[in-house]
């Protein structure tokens, strides 16, 4: 499963709830008819739900899920992560990825010095960052192209502008 999001809060009385999508294009997720919810990403326990409405409202964007009837549901589905299986997603162009891709691929400078492997990325507003781990060392490095300068998904790794003192 992918992770796209996560449910943030209730909105309204009849079952919509906010999302936070992770990412920078959720109006990609208007072609999928439905939506996997967990409280655990790890638990790879995944409860199906039809998407009924899925919409930007003013700086957030609102869903309504199939079975999310009322407030009350809705709170119980609030912190939910929003996932769906890779066959579900649409494409990416070139030089899109999705976060799932990048976690786990190695890090190296145009040196050729290993800076460590991804482990997660931050959404700042401004652009995405790179949580970079060697050890217990932690980088974050921008994901912009004046510091990322390719990405190889099938070989696993990326190469970077950045010293390795930095």
Known sequence: MIVLGRVVAPYGLRGWVKVRPLGDDPEAWLGM?????????EN?????????H???HGAAW???LGGIDDRAAAERVDGFFVAAPRDALPRTERDEYYWADLIGLAVTNEQGE???KVDSLIETGAHQVLVVKDGDAE????F???VVKSVDVGNGCIRVEWEKDW
């Open 139 to 142: 980088r974050l490095l921008p």
């Open 44 to 52: 790879n326990v995944w409860q199906p739900y039809p998407v009924e």
């Open 114 to 116: 290993a800076l460590g």
């Open 33 to 41: 008819p439905q939506w996997w919810l967990s409280t655990d990403v």
């Open 144 to 146: 912009v192209s004046q």
């Open 62 to 64: 609102i869903a309504k």
């Open 54 to 56: 899925f919409r930007h």
